[in-house]
């Protein structure tokens, strides 16, 4: 008799994978949600989040965003066809289309909440897609880990405010929709969830410069793909998944079209690839179709053909490597970007406390699954230099070389790594079912653990390969020891008839996940998780003296205020002040923010400070110090900075606000707008 939805065991069946699912994402969100109170009305924890609720203001406001942000970056205002808007988009409908369910709803809590729904619902499809592919134990515990990881627990909490958690979940569907869409053999349904996947990945192109490294998982599934076959199997859907996304953000963006700063190399990482791997793949297709004496030849052609494409993207990026100091901290960083905290290069303490033992295990089922699924020994060499130069660098660098020559090292590492993935790919003989899945989870480790190594602000993505493969190795310990403990001579016939041997690895399992969660020599995850929740979400700029002068600012000044301010509190200017501002943590133009520091706050010049203000139009300087920059202490004198905030013990005030009032001498100079940028430096000539 074939199961059918009618039959109690089978509901009895879903209606548990139900229930501990749902008590999985109660848990993430429980935990992500503690402690709202302490942050005031209206605040975020973040000053990345005043720039998405700004933008989503705009969108609730006007129904789009401007070409330009005249409120910001002032003279020349910021160019927003260069951004890549769909989160504050997001936000702004959602709020639409709640409100009219529950009217007291307003946008500030739509963008408060939207980072602990949006990983949530990464989690839940990350999870049932585990189940389906790994079983229901081996999900739950993917989905325990990856809801409590203090990892995880910062960039996706309520009040943070950023689109990490969206990108997040816009990778995880991204990739899973495209494995399903490789698992479906039916045409329709294949061509459904690649559609769908297509889909997803062009919203996840309009939504996040960095979105080409979730594409990246998937061509390299399809790269090994073609490495470990003789002949073309989908190239049809790939086309379609293909058409979905590229020929669409070219014309749904300037980004893509004309892209510069952030947005310069959007074209070449994020479209070039997927069309690059369709070329060799047709190529290769059309040569064995030509000449049939190639088809013994394929394996080694798709491999020359691959190499070519490698060593042309080498060429790009040598040729253009000059560029990549202001668009990317992957490739390169400047004085401003090593200032920025979740751009700094993590530390072991800082694997510890925020993943604990988490990280060795994921390592450890990282190459669990590598040998698991390849049997190939010269490849775990490079993996395992790869992971303790990821995680320990600083023993490294401390101890056996410089800085540069362990950055050295590591590309070498990369390079063995590519090359054993390569070969390892060429000489597989056969795919399982579920190798295409490690695939892409291998990759998501390795492409997020180079990022990683760099920039903290990565580690959340990188929490889910870490997840997965500490559930791998998990399971593949609780399989030894039940075995060893099933088949010991000390074990009795009941305790064999009573404890199955998967029952007794199911068990086994989840002590290990217990001993992580409590206790303190694995790592005390439980623990940890406790003190992320409560102690790293802080209110910002919370119940302070800065947020005081906000609240004056929106009370006294008019809406048509410049107020020159450090860059970090740019977008509160504009969401809490209502001012208009002319840097912000955007980093749009970096060289203003370096000008800013030199003309304002170091240069003993008081006409140098005044031109530079005067030349962005500044109305107001704000000042977050206890002494005020030279070229103020030397200008009080004159007149020219009138102090209006506050009135009472201004000189002891950790905040002061000066009004401006320029002598008729100062006037603007266009050398404190050099920008650094060609196409910037030309729209400002013009102007």
Not at 115 to 139: A, K, M, W
Not at 156 to 173: E, P, T, V, Y
Not at 559 to 577: D, E, F, K, Q
Not at 670 to 684: H, R
Request: one cysteine or more; proline letters at 4%; glycine letters at 6%.
């Amino acid at each position: 008799m074939t199961i059918g939805i009618k039959n109690p065991a089978y509901q009895s069946s879903i209606l548990v994978i139900l229930g501990i699912f749902t008590a999985v994402l109660c848990l993430a969100f429980s935990i992500r949600i503690q402690g709202i109170s302490r942050i005031p009305e209206g605040q975020f924890t973040g000053s990345d989040a005043y720039f998405y609720y700004w933008q989503a203001q705009l969108v609730a406001e006007h129904g789009q965003l401007p070409e330009r942000d005249m409120r910001r970056w002032l003279p020349l205002g910021r160019d927003l066809r260069q951004t890549l808007n769909l989160y504050a988009y997001t936000l702004a409908y959602t709020h639409k289309a709640l409100v009219l369910l529950f009217p007291k709803l307003s946008l500030y809590h739509v963008a408060f909440y939207a980072p602990v729904v949006c990983f949530c619902i990464g989690l839940g499809v990350l999870c049932f897609f585990l189940h389906h592919t790994y079983g229901l134990v081996f999900s739950s515990v993917v989905g325990i880990l990856l809801a409590t990881l203090p990892g995880s627990i910062k960039r996706s909490a309520a009040g943070f405010g950023d689109r990490d958690a969206f990108c997040l979940m816009i990778g995880i569907l991204a990739v899973v929709t495209y494995l399903v869409s490789l698992q479906r053999s039916p045409a329709r349904k294949r061509l459904i969830w690649t559609l769908t996947s297509g889909f997803i990945v062009f919203l996840g192109g309009i939504s996040w410069e960095g979105f080409g490294v979730f594409l990246s998982v998937i061509l390299i599934v399809e790269l090994y793909r073609f490495l470990s076959s003789e002949t073309e199997e989908g190239l049809g859907f790939y086309l379609l998944w293909m058409l979905c996304f590229v020929p669409t953000l070219y014309l749904a963006s300037e980004a893509y079209r004309s892209g510069y700063g952030f947005a310069r190399h959007l074209f070449a990482f994020m479209l070039v690839p997927p069309v690059v791997i369709f070329g060799i793949r047709t190529l290769r297709y059309l040569l064995i179709l030509k000449v049939h004496r190639l088809h013994r030849c394929a394996r080694p052609l798709a491999l020359f053909l691959t190499l070519v494409s490698i060593a042309l993207a080498l060429g790009y990026v040598f040729v253009q490597y000059h560029t990549f100091a202001d668009t990317t901290v992957a490739l390169g960083s400047n004085k401003l970007m090593e200032t920025v905290g979740e751009l700094r290069r993590p530390h072991l303490k800082y694997w510890l406390f925020r993943y604990g033992s988490i990280f060795v295990f994921g390592s450890l089922g990282f190459i669990i699954a590598s040998k698991r699924n390849w049997n190939r020994t010269f490849m775990l060499t490079p993996f395992i230099l790869f992971i303790f130069t990821t995680f320990f660098r600083e023993f490294f660098e401390k101890h056996l070389w410089n800085t540069s020559h362990n950055a050295l090292f590591f590309f070498l590492i990369l390079v063995s790594c590519t090359i054993a993935f390569l070969l390892t790919a060429m000489y597989q003989k056969s795919r399982e079912n579920h190798q295409d899945i490690i695939v892409a989870f291998i990759a998501w480790f390795f492409i997020w653990g180079v990022l990683a190594r760099d920039a903290r602000r990565y580690d959340l993505f990188l929490g889910v390969a870490l997840a997965v493969f500490t559930s791998e190795a998990i399971q593949y310990l609780a399989c030894l020891l039940s075995e060893k403990i099933w088949h010991s001579k000390y074990m009795s016939e009941v305790f064999r008839k009573d404890m199955p041997t998967r029952r007794l690895k199911n068990c086994l399992t989840f002590a290990m996940i217990g001993l992580i969660l409590f206790w303190p020599i694995t790592g005390g995850h439980a623990r940890r998780t406790y003190t992320a929740e409560k102690k790293i979400r802080l209110a910002f700029p919370g119940d302070t003296p800065v947020s005081q002068a906000f609240r004056w600012m929106k009370s006294e000044l008019p809406h048509t205020a410049i107020v020159a301010a450090p860059w970090r509190y740019g977008s509160l200017l504009n969401v809490l002040g209502g001012v208009k501002t002319i840097i912000d943590q955007d980093h749009y133009i970096q060289q203003w923010i370096h000008l800013y520091n030199e003309y304002v706050h170091k240069v003993s010049k008081t006409r140098e400070t005044l031109e530079f203000l005067k030349t962005h139009n500044a109305t107001h300087l704000m000042v977050t110090q206890k002494h005020p920059p030279p070229g103020v202490k030397n200008a009080t004198l004159n007149n020219v900075f009138l102090p209006v905030y506050p009135t009472d013990n201004f000189k002891k005030s950790m905040v002061k606000v000066w009004e401006i009032h320029y002598p008729s001498d100062i006037q603007p100079d266009l050398k404190y707008l050099k920008t650094g940028l060609p196409e910037i430096d030309a729209q400002l000539q013009l102007q």
